[in-house]
């Protein structure tokens, strides 16, 4: 089963509207509708205006307002707070079920899930482009709910594996290793970068490889976290949470 706690403010491209997602399905995916909806639900019945995220990519006026109101880290403690829940649901053993096979691990793409962005990006007035350049210029601070998620993970013998479509070469790679550990990431850990022979590769494409490729050296993804719907799209994990990213689209 595959359960992916989508981000439902604004649906992700290509998913069906609102109505067609409470309790429908799509190939090779169960849906929830998360307590972000039903809040957004429940205000447009009663005309209470909320602040919600701007599809992406977001004019900078639109992007800066809804990081002020607190909504976008209001928006990232619910989702975190569901995954949370969804990796203690796949590390249960239900009574006389056989504990399932491969090693526990939990996927986290890095910008703007695992490392904010956003600072280096405002500065920048969020010119398209800007995220790209302050992933490999800036040593990024720590996005609370992914280290603490990170955290538990670990404690819980999880193994953690940070996949990114960052470029896979010496330099890159030491560069976020070490902003890595500097914003608080020092548990053991792996970390799976783009290689330059598949730069035209989407990510969508290269990250599902990588999971299968992680399934096929006996991993059991039991939590794959991501702000791009290109992180979780091509499913291979136990559940699948969506953040909020209105600064840009990655496909
Ligand atoms: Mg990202």
Redesign the pocket.
């Known amino acids: 089963m595959h359960v992916v706690r989508a981000y439902l403010r604004h649906r992700p491209v290509g998913w069906p509207a609102h109505g067609a997602l409470v309790g429908d399905t799509v190939p090779g995916m169960s849906l929830r509708v998360t307590a972000a909806l039903t809040a957004v639900l429940v205000a447009a019945s009663v005309g209470v205006a909320v602040a919600e995220e701007p599809a992406a990519p977001a004019s900078a006026t639109a992007i800066r307002a809804y990081h002020d109101s607190g909504e976008w880290a209001k928006d990232f403690a619910t989702q975190f707070k569901l995954a949370s829940k969804d990796l203690d649901k796949a590390l249960t053993v239900k009574k006389g079920k056989k504990k399932p096979k491969g090693t526990p691990t939990l996927i986290l793409?890095?910008?703007?899930?695992?490392l904010s962005s956003y600072d280096c990006a405002a500065k920048k007035d969020f010119i398209p482009g800007s995220n790209g350049i302050c992933a490999v210029t800036e040593n990024l601070p720590a996005i609370k709910g992914a280290l603490d998620l990170a955290k538990k993970a670990v404690k819980k013998k999880v193994k953690l594996v940070f996949i990114?479509?960052r470029p896979e070469n010496e330099t890159i790679r030491a560069f976020t290793e070490k902003n890595l550990k500097v914003a608080g990431y020092t548990m053991k850990h792996a970390l799976t970068m783009k290689p330059s022979g598949i730069a035209a590769e989407t990510s969508a494409a290269y990250k599902t490889a990588a999971r299968k490729a992680l399934i096929k050296g006996g991993a059991r993804i039991v939590l794959n976290v991501?702000?791009?719907q290109s992180?979780l799209s091509g499913g291979a994990a136990q559940y699948a949470v969506k953040?909020p990213?209105p600064m840009y689209v990655?496909k």
């Open positions: 793409d890095i910008d703007d899930t695992s990114t479509a991501g702000d791009q992180d953040l990213n990655n």
